[in-house]
C-alpha cells in the first residue's frame, strides 16, 4: 500500500520510540506504540483506483459522509450561485483528496484559521483551510475547501496555479479529522444527498445535463 509522505513526521518519531522500548526491556510499552504507529500511517493510506479521467460528472475530492447541502454565493470561486457540498472526514477516513474534474488550477489561497471540530456550523469561516478553484474546459469553475478540524493540523495541496489537472489525480491531504467542501455551479444536478458516504476519486457528486450516467 501507498502512502502519503506527509505521514512520515507523525510515524518515524513512534516507530524509533517502539525500537528504544525494545531494547532497554519494556516489549509491551514498546508493541503499543507499535500499534499507534500503524494508526497513524493508516490515516495517510493512499489506496489504488481506477482511471478516472474518462469518467463523467464531478467526483468526490474526499472521503468521508455528506454533511450538510446548500446552496451560496463564493465569489472566491467565481460568479453565481454555487451548491456547496460538505464532506466529513472522521479519523477513520481517508484523508488524502484527489481531483474532482479535469481542467487546469485558476486559484490557489491558503487562510490560516482557528481548529473547530469539523461539523461546527463555523468551521467553513473560521478555520485553517486552503480554497482551490479548479476551471473545467468549457469555463465552469468548481471550488475545493480543505478545511483542518480539530484534531486536524495542517493542510497540504499539492496543486499550483495555472497547472493541468486531471481528473482523479492526488490533489492534496489534511492531517487528521477534517472537512472538505466541494462547489459547483447551481446548474449542475446532485447526485449524492445528506448522510451518503463518498469515496474520493470514485463516488459522482454532481453532474452537467449534458453530462450521462
Not at 53 to 64: E, F, K, N, R, Y
Not at 104 to 125: E, I, M, N, Q, W
Not at 135 to 164: F, S
Request: include cysteine.
Amino acid at each position: 500500500m501507498v502512502f502519503a509522505k506527509e505521514c512520515w513526521p507523525f510515524v518515524l518519531p513512534v516507530l524509533g520510540l517502539a525500537g528504544f522500548l525494545v531494547v532497554v526491556g519494556y516489549p509491551r510499552w514498546a508493541i503499543a506504540a507499535g500499534i499507534v504507529a500503524l494508526v497513524v500511517l493508516l490515516f495517510f493510506r493512499i489506496p489504488p483506483r481506477p482511471d478516472a479521467s474518462h469518467t463523467d460528472g464531478v467526483l468526490s475530492p474526499a472521503h468521508g459522509k455528506i454533511l450538510k447541502l446548500e446552496k451560496l454565493d463564493d465569489p472566491a470561486v467565481g460568479p453565481g450561485t454555487f451548491h456547496k457540498i460538505v464532506i466529513f472526514l472522521s479519523v477513520f477516513n481517508i484523508h488524502v483528496q484527489r481531483v474532482p474534474v479535469t481542467g487546469s488550477v485558476a486559484a490557489s489561497r491558503y487562510t490560516p484559521g482557528r481548529k473547530l471540530a469539523a461539523f461546527d456550523s463555523r468551521a467553513g469561516d473560521v478555520n485553517e483551510q486552503h480554497l482551490t478553484v479548479l476551471q473545467r474546459p468549457n469555463g465552469d469553475r468548481v471550488g475545493v475547501h480543505q478545511i483542518a478540524g480539530l484534531l486536524a493540523r495542517r493542510v497540504v495541496t499539492y496543486l499550483e496555479t495555472d497547472q493541468e489537472v486531471a481528473k482523479g489525480q492526488l490533489m492534496g491531504v489534511i492531517k487528521f479529522g477534517s472537512r472538505v467542501d466541494l462547489l459547483v455551479p447551481v446548474s449542475y444536478h446532485l447526485e449524492v444527498e445528506v448522510g451518503q458516504k463518498v469515496i474520493e476519486g470514485a463516488t459522482v457528486i454532481a453532474r452537467q445535463e449534458t453530462e450521462t450516467p
